[in-house]
């Protein structure tokens, strides 16, 4: 029997009780990105639009809805570096979340600890045990497939520096199974982990 399925065009409305797009494009990578104003105000936010896009040189992207602090940091100074939230730091990067002033410091605001970075300008979360800087390399306005502006930025960085606790090498390779990734869910608080249990592996074919 063919499975019945629920269909509708994004700009008609979706005719549910929440936007099931985030959730179906997901759980994603959670964008921690640190920047610095250009007055020397350190930012702290969490995207939820945030992937790798290419290996050589590795370059990753955070996209924000509306031109944020991290936008116009990362365009003033040319820099960024995203931190990667584990399960132990998910409460404090749900306080960077706070709808606060550009005057904020989200570093003080979440109790954390801003640790200087080796090649960039901008400081990384010295909790976090993964951390790239990274130095912008593009910064695109989307447009809809009609064309018009649309109101989010997709910021592009070659990442120049990976920091790895060194807990989580474990014969030179990274243990993404017990590094306690937290990702971005759909729903309007739903955020997964990643444990050893949900493991396996598949080879590609020759």
Not at 31 to 47: F, H, I, K, Q
Not at 65 to 75: C, F, H, L, P, T
Not at 91 to 96: K, V
Not at 108 to 114: K, Q, V
């Amino acid at each position: 029997m063919k499975e019945s399925t629920h269909f509708y065009e994004p700009a008609q409305g979706h005719g549910l009780p929440h936007d099931p797009f985030n959730a179906i494009v997901g759980p994603r990578p959670i964008g921690w990105v640190s920047t610095r104003a250009a007055d020397g105000v350190l930012n702290l936010a969490p995207y939820s639009f945030f992937n790798a896009f290419n290996y050589v040189p590795p370059i990753v992207g955070f996209c924000s809805i509306g031109q944020k602090d991290s936008v116009r940091n990362a365009e003033s100074t040319g820099e960024f570096v995203w931190n990667l939230v584990t399960r132990e730091l998910a409460e404090a990067m749900n306080q960077t979340c706070a709808a606060v002033g550009p005057e904020v410091d989200e570093f003080a605001l979440a109790g954390l600890t801003p640790e200087p970075s080796r090649i960039v300008g901008v400081p990384r979360v010295q909790q976090s045990p993964v951390t790239f800087e990274c130095r912008v390399s593009q910064i695109v306005r989307l447009s809809s497939a009609a064309g018009e502006a649309i109101d989010s930025w997709l910021v592009l960085g070659e990442v120049v520096g990976v920091h790895i606790a060194q807990r989580l090498l474990k014969d030179g390779v990274y243990d993404t199974a017990n590094a306690g990734h937290v990702l971005r869910g759909g729903g309007p608080a739903d955020y997964f982990t990643i444990s050893p249990e949900q493991l396996f592996r598949m080879f590609r074919p020759r």
